[in-house]
């Protein structure tokens, strides 16, 4: 009886945490495909995954890699089929980069504009 009652209180409290209608954002993933060697060209993958099928857009994926705040390289590219654009930087001197990735979505697309910021290290 016990357990009974645990289910009905965690299914409970799930639909009173979350409001009715609401769907989880989509997932939106950067990194670096390959290692990151001063002078050497680095490989980033984006990728967007929508969390529901409305969530899909062809909206370009952007990336810009900061460097003390200056802008050092940028590209937008379209998506491919899955969702995803594979950007290639120029060689670059070691030091520390943002690499900020941006989805920009349609203007009849469901879904927001979406940021990542992550700090790479090239040596």
Known sequence: MRIISAIAAAVLSASIASPAGATPPPRFD???????????????????TGSMPEHVSTGPLRVVLRQDGAVVW??????????AARFSTPGLAAGRYALVARYLPDADATLPPYKKRRVIVVE
């Open 30 to 48: 950067a990194y670096p495909l390959s290692d990151l060697d001063a002078g050497a060209p680095i490989e980033v993958r984006l990728r967007i």
């Open 74 to 83: 940028s590209k937008t590219k379209p998506q491919n089929a899955h969702g």
